[in-house]
């Protein structure tokens, strides 16, 4: 026999993901109490240890590492558990019919009530349900009514007529919803697949409608971030001067800071709103249905009830996207309309500083003749005393002529120094320390 090439690292892993969940064998009668529990992506190993927990107390094997599934047989019950994203379900399945007819004894009873009590999570959905022989009691209208305490329940044949279902959608005083399952037909695995996708419905349709409230919530505070945005704009067209500019971009970025903030809360929980509610269609389409007289079917009462949540969460989160479109816009705007009084303002500011360096430059070369002139005036003065204490030592020297005619030479040399002087500290060469 020839060996195969090397395997992927995931190969084995992606091969099995296709039997992660399987389906379990269900033969009529049973009853069936399904939990969901919310406990958060961060909550996955505590769910895994309280598992690990029942099965230590019965002395079976725990599930295996990474495993986001368990079926086990308990004796007195049968338990199911998956993993989701962020949150874990629990069917367990405990073999006949409740004594007193269906829903007057629950599942959960065989579990221990400690362990039950101390599920981590928040609890999502609780379901009853109980599949019945084929050859169970046949109930009218009001004998089924009187099962179903909301008095509003849906049903049809399903499994291609198969099985009857009647679900509730709703919680009795129990705490529970109910679903009951009539086999007309069904094979052990099929009546396990039936079973799954209806409490899936169910679960699903739960965990879909969490968006719903941050949909209504975030739909009042995007009215009011709406109304402010229009204020906003309806003021930029009045502004008088930077200021007032600089004001109302404060008050635009507190707007966009309250619309990104609802952006953050809401985005991870309308997208996964968005795939439940695919998933619950998928399942619906899955089971076949045939309408039942004077019932609505499964399908219709999700799209009465369900479709018009989705639908509310999608439309808050399209305005989402709508108002942070127009807040980026309006914002833009404001600070081109900043940025062009601020280049007024500079341009206005160069040509002051302009005019004020050429004053300066006035008064510094008016500053430089006086300089000039005084330092002439001493010069001269200095050569004028020289020429006088020369007829000390018995010299005829005619110090006015002397001193008038050193005028021009020394204001020429002053000038020259003045100007070479200029020049090195222009250039940078001037003498260390100046």
Not at 203 to 215: E, F, G, N
Not at 233 to 259: F, K, P, Q, Y
Not at 305 to 331: H, N
Request: charged fraction near 25%; proline fraction near 4%; charge should be neutral.
């Amino acid at each position: 026999m020839s060996s195969l090439p090397q395997d992927h690292p995931l190969r084995a892993e992606l091969v099995n993901e296709v039997h992660a969940r399987p389906f379990a064998e269900v033969t009529a009668p049973v009853r069936v109490c399904h939990l969901a529990l919310h406990s958060g992506e961060a909550g996955r190993e505590a769910d895994r240890a309280h598992l690990e927990a029942l099965c230590r107390q019965f002395s079976l094997p725990p599930p295996a590492p990474g495993e986001n599934h368990m079926m086990a047989d308990f004796g007195s019950f049968r338990l199911k558990w998956e993993r989701h994203s962020e949150f874990s379900s629990y069917s367990i399945f405990c073999d006949g019919a409740s004594p007193d007819g269906p829903f007057s004894s629950s599942a959960t009873e065989a579990l221990p009530a400690d362990w039950l009590a101390a599920l981590p999570g928040q609890l999502m959905v609780a379901i009853r349900a109980e599949i019945e022989a084929a050859d169970g009691v046949q109930r009218d209208q009001a004998a089924l009514a009187a099962l179903f305490e909301s008095g509003s329940f849906a049903g049809s044949l399903v499994a291609g007529e198969a099985a009857a279902v009647w679900m509730d959608f709703a919680l009795n005083s129990d705490g529970y919803g109910r679903l009951l399952i009539q086999d007309r037909g069904l094979r052990p695995r099929q009546a396990g697949r039936l079973l799954q996708r209806l409490l899936e419905i169910e679960t699903y349709r739960v965990m879909a409608l969490l968006a719903l409230p941050l949909a209504r919530r975030g739909s009042a505070i995007l009215a009011g971030a709406n109304e402010q945005m229009l204020d906003i704009t309806g003021r930029m067209a009045t502004l008088g001067d930077l200021d007032a500019e600089r004001a109302l971009l404060d008050d635009l970025s507190e707007v966009s800071m309250d619309v990104e903030r609802i952006a953050a809360q809401t985005g991870y929980r309308f997208g996964a709103a968005k795939a439940y509610h695919a998933l619950v269609g998928r399942r619906i389409a899955e089971l076949r249905e045939t309408r039942m007289e004077g019932l609505q079917t499964i399908g219709e009462f999700m799209e009465r009830r369900l479709a018009p949540a989705m639908q509310t969460c999608e439309s808050v989160g399209e305005r989402i996207d709508r108002i942070s479109r127009r807040l980026a816009r309006a914002g833009q705007l404001l600070r081109t309309r900043v940025d062009i009084n601020l280049e007024a303002q500079n341009r206005d500011l160069l040509r002051s500083m302009d005019r004020r360096a050429k004053l300066q430059l006035r008064l510094q070369q008016t500053v430089e003749g006086l300089s000039v002139a005084a330092i002439t005036y001493y010069l001269v003065s200095l050569v004028g005393y020289l020429a006088k204490a020369t007829a000390d030592l018995g010299l005829s020297v005619p110090y006015d002529l002397v001193t008038g005619l050193s005028i021009p030479f020394v204001a020429a040399l002053v000038w020259y120094g003045v100007r070479r002087a200029k020049r090195l500290l222009a250039s940078g060469s001037g003498p260390k320390g100046v």
